[in-house]
């Protein structure tokens, strides 16, 4: 199978999206911090007066999700329309879930920008834990849907 | 417990390292991605060519760790004096695992530079491969070991 | 009042401004830099040889206005189609007054622009001139007006 | 009177601060955004909940010192060894002042570290707020004192 | 002759380019080095195995070409649509030229992002292999071709 | 002959210089821009105003040079002590030529930055000037000399 980012020497190539019509995209990715209890309860406690913790992963988790093409080489700049995050609590799990929405109109998606998003937000999460827990792990960063672009519609 | 990125009126700062003494520090990190078996035989069938999707990854990871500062909100800016990232393959999973080196002489440590490869190296990965398989997953990011500092060894 | 750059649970969103319509944006945004005479003077001096502090103020500024999506954590990534900034003397009181004009066609204002790239170019005229007069003072950073838009023209 | 900044030539220079010896500097730099009474209590009614606006604008600014050098066009890039940003309201006047503490054990001062903070702070401000005020007017922007580095103490 | 880059105080200014008419973009530059036999040959040894060193210099070169704006004070940012950048070897010279191309659609052409993809790969050869051959020399950095633009097409 | 910057593997690493000991280097690295008369008049006519051209060129240089760790992969992050740039003429040949001088106190040398500040101001060159000749050549970007460091002094 010929990877789309390959040319024919097989170097890495920014892919041609000049022919593609621009249609509105959203891609949603998620990812999961699993943490102590004593790590979960910081935030939590945090969280009732001025939630500093979630906060600032969310900020990061927008503003790495505009980085995407800075980071992954093969990747397109383009115009992000619109970024959002939910944190959700596992307060049996001591675990948070990050869903990030990501969204755009052009010729190309955004999958990689929403995993970006997740991604460094959770880096975010275990930057401000890390002197509580440093056995945090990071795991199930996944693309949940995408809609628009000629590749079609996707559902996990 | 307080939590160190956070000011007396609980809003987030970037921890004061002034007084701290630099000493060697080196932290390792990984983190796994998991795909298609049809996936998995790109990247290797690639890779007894030109071995372009690990090197884009590699690549792309040891620029990800000089970004750290920039994508981590309260991360210092610190020298790296050295990085590695090696490549592991899971023939029957269809996974490929990620080990990040990462190494300064400094003031603070290099945990976040470590996660921040391995997890912009495994993005890359997805990248490159989203066109073949979009349910990939990204799992088990997680701290290996550091040595250095004051807050003294780690191992997992 | 709702805040449009927090979500339902008031973190910080990027607005969706996906089903705006594109149109001409221009921004226009002013400052001002009080100084010393004598630093006031060591620009003019200079300035009547090769301009060297005013002309590496507005480089700054055009290159800043370019990193508003980066400094700003909720602003978007756009096009910007132009930017002039024009450098005011004030012998009287020794001010530099800077205006910078932003313009755009998207879905988003140039105000933010506009006032970043005000904002770094006279911070870059403090920086040229700190080891003369560290009591510079930077005031009345505003924006002057704007055009386009679904919100309409402002003009102060 | 010579500028630094500038060479032989009077064209813009990197002074060079080889020959300087490190040592520890400490910059405090303030500014004030003022605004309208209802953009200030959609601050404070914000703040009560989750302190949404504030604390985005104190990320901004921790994260605009750490790119002070990529945006200051002759500042060094150096060690940033810790970053606090204060946040102070003034009820009577609509206003608030913000205060940052730039530290770093090195050759260069960091004066232009933390009123970039401050500056990117208070813009960010305006950017959370701009959909209710768009006379908000940032003002006042200075150094406040200077510790360190061979010129000596500064307090204004 | 008036150049097109500053104002009519000759203080330089991005021009503006909003009435321009978006169209499909497209410019070929390239660019050569010259090296020791021995640094040639450790290229072309390394490349019948991997190919890092060339790898790593295209990768180098597309990213290279996604930070034109930030790098070159007049540039717009634009979408860049495609880039692919080609190695030809000389066995008898022992020099490697690189031709870039880079597209876009827009209402600026990409000549610059060409020139900085070419040169930036370039320097990432002379990186790689400066432990080898210090005498490395970049030459014949040029345009060879563009087409779309109110300006017309060029070939050299 | 094997390159220092792959790892066993024949993947590309980041040097490891933890071990080296730091002492003052510095690098000096030219390269040369040709052009039609009338380009190369209309920078001096320019420059008899006020340089616009050779001083954009020379911060877009400076400014470059603190870019290197984020443009060549392998780099290492440093901190550079001083920048100096000169532009020579050549009013025969219609050239200039630029040096960069750049300074630093650490372990690794600063070759790359040199070479990254005089190849960003040529591009700048090329930039403004573009309008008025596009086949204008960059070209002799090489390294003239470098000090300090254990593999000794280096001069062309």
Redesign the interface.
Known sequence: ?K?????E??????????NKTPS?RVANAS?IIAMSR?AY??VLN?NN????????A???G???A??T???????????????????MQNDEKYEFKLIARV?????TGV??EA??AV??A???F???????D??????????ES?TGGK?GD?K?
């Open positions: 199978m990877l789309t980012h390959l040319n020497k097989n170097n890495p190539k920014m892919v041609d999206v000049g509105t990812g004593e309860e910081a945090q007066k001025k939630g500093a913790v979630i906060q600032t969310i900020i990061a927008i503003m790495g505009k980085k093409h800075e980071l992954i080489p093969m990747c397109h700049p383009l115009f992000i329309s619109g970024i959002d995050i939910e944190v969204k755009t109109e052009g010729k999958e990689m995993l970006c991604s460094t959770l880096l975010t275990y930057d401000m834990l890390k002197a509580i440093k056995t945090m792990v990071i795991k199930d960063i996944q693309l995408k590749s996707f996990r």
